[in-house]
């Protein structure tokens, strides 16, 4: 399977009712200040360089971000903080995302999400995360990343289900740096795994609960994109 394939069977997914009924509303609802906008309202798939050494993973699409734009991080304030980021360490080919056809390219990087769908509050149930982790799975095994950036805990503990690493020194902090073995079977189904080892950094999410607190800076972000960098070299 292909990147074009596997992201055609994402958008059509509908396995959760919960989050389908949710999407789907606040498509129809919309927000007052883009009530001339059309939304998207269906799971977001994945975007950037095919051939990417470094796979980004994130929450899930914002209600009025991605599930309004289609595209991954863009239209909200955590890409308002992620695309700058990116595009100071080499990433991108401009500082910020506003909508699918923009003009934004990733180069060496591939990003994606723990969930498809924009979750009420933000916050998908550990079942819904189970049903879309098949998804990322398959992301894993077409991009072969040697690097893997996990943007909050949950996306962390979503790769470690993945690889099917329960070592209790694997844990979540801004700046950890972690070593992957592939693991040669998926954990639920028993099927083979064809999965690299790979190099697993650790931020916090660039939501504003976190950049409007000074609990993730400028700074802090970017050092993840430059050491990202500098183990590609």
């Not at 990147?3 to 069977?9: I, P, S, Y």
């Not at 982790?133 to 790769?159: D, M, W």
């Not at 040669?184 to 083979?192: C, L, V, Y």
Request: with cysteine; aromatic share 10%.
């Amino acid at each position: 399977m292909d990147l074009k394939t596997l992201n055609n069977e994402i958008i059509a997914c509908r396995k959760c009712p919960r989050l389908v009924e949710w999407r789907e509303q606040v498509a129809r609802e919309k927000r007052k200040a883009y009530r001339d906008h059309e939304y998207w309202g269906k799971p977001v798939p994945g975007f950037g360089d095919p051939h990417a050494r470094v796979l980004v993973v994130g929450l899930a699409p914002g209600a009025h971000g991605s599930n309004r734009t289609g595209r991954q991080f863009t239209g909200d304030a955590s890409g308002n903080f992620l695309y700058p980021a990116l595009f100071r360490a080499g990433f991108a080919n401009q500082p910020h995302s506003s909508a699918r056809g923009d003009g934004l390219a990733l180069h060496d990087m591939y990003i994606t999400a723990s969930g498809r769908c924009a979750p009420p509050g933000n916050k998908p149930s550990n079942e819904e995360l189970n049903t879309c982790q098949p998804f990322l799975e398959r992301e894993l095994e077409i991009i072969q990343p040697k690097v893997i950036v996990a943007l909050g805990r949950i996306a962390f503990e979503r790769i470690l289900k993945i690889y099917s690493i329960r070592d209790s020194k694997y844990k979540f902090s801004h700046g950890a740096v972690f070593e992957l073995q592939p693991a040669p079977f998926r954990q639920d189904s028993g099927q083979a795994f064809n999965l690299q080892p790979a190099t697993l950094f650790c931020s916090y999410h660039p939501s504003q609960q976190n950049t409007l607190t000074g609990k993730l800076t400028v700074s802090m972000f970017d050092e993840i994109w430059k050491k990202a960098k500098n183990l590609l070299k």
